[in-house]
């Protein structure tokens, strides 16, 4: 067909998707959700954690059909309560391009930085510390 393939050799992450990803959720949640700081697990815990919420990835990438698609589930465990949420995003790409779909694949990330927020808020009301702050870490 009119389909071209070429090897795109100059479009690589600069550090493992994964690690990439923690940091943009930690990041993004931190910002929307107030008295609560967000640390990834990173074995390094400044107190213990209130709340664990981890994350799995089962899609996260352009696909052929001028869309990005970032799907998966994450919980979370506050005390020996257990929250379970999926997320299905689809983004129908708008232009051309790696960078056009590295920033659509951005945008999902707001999105689920959005809905994770807000189950925080509305799930994690652990005791809060002497600085009237909570703890959530992030694992995934």
Same mark, same amino acid.
């Given at each position: 067909?009119?389909?071209?393939?070429?090897?795109?050799n100059?479009?690589?992450?600069?550090?493992?998707?994964?690690?990439?990803?923690?940091?943009?959720?930690?990041?993004?949640?931190?910002?929307?959700?107030?008295?609560?700081?967000?640390?990834?697990?990173?074995? *390094?815990?400044?107190?213990?954690?209130?709340?664990?919420? *981890?994350?799995?990835?089962?899609?996260?990438?352009?696909?052929?059909?001028?869309?990005?698609?970032?799907?998966?589930?994450?919980?979370?465990?506050?005390?020996?309560?257990?929250?379970?949420?999926?997320f299905?995003?689809?983004?129908?790409?708008?232009?051309?391009?790696h960078?056009?779909?590295?920033?659509?694949?951005?945008?999902s990330?707001?999105?689920?930085?959005?809905?994770?927020?807000?189950?925080?808020?509305?799930?994690?009301?652990?005791?809060?510390?002497a600085?009237?702050?909570?703890?959530?870490?992030?694992?995934?």
């Amino acid at each position: 067909g009119s389909n071209r393939i070429h090897t795109a050799n100059h479009h690589l992450w600069a550090e493992p998707l994964d690690e990439a990803i923690s940091k943009v959720l930690v990041r993004d949640i931190a910002e929307l959700t107030m008295n609560v700081a967000v640390e990834r697990d990173a074995g *390094r815990w400044s107190r213990s954690a209130d709340c664990r919420l *981890r994350v799995e990835f089962d899609k996260f990438h352009a696909t052929d059909r001028s869309t990005v698609v970032s799907s998966g589930r994450y919980w979370l465990l506050v005390g020996d309560r257990e929250t379970r949420l999926g997320f299905d995003i689809s983004e129908r790409l708008t232009a051309d391009g790696h960078a056009n779909a590295v920033s659509a694949l951005r945008q999902s990330l707001k999105t689920i930085a959005t809905q994770m927020g807000e189950t925080i808020r509305n799930e994690c009301r652990p005791a809060k510390s002497a600085d009237g702050e909570s703890t959530v870490a992030v694992t995934g």
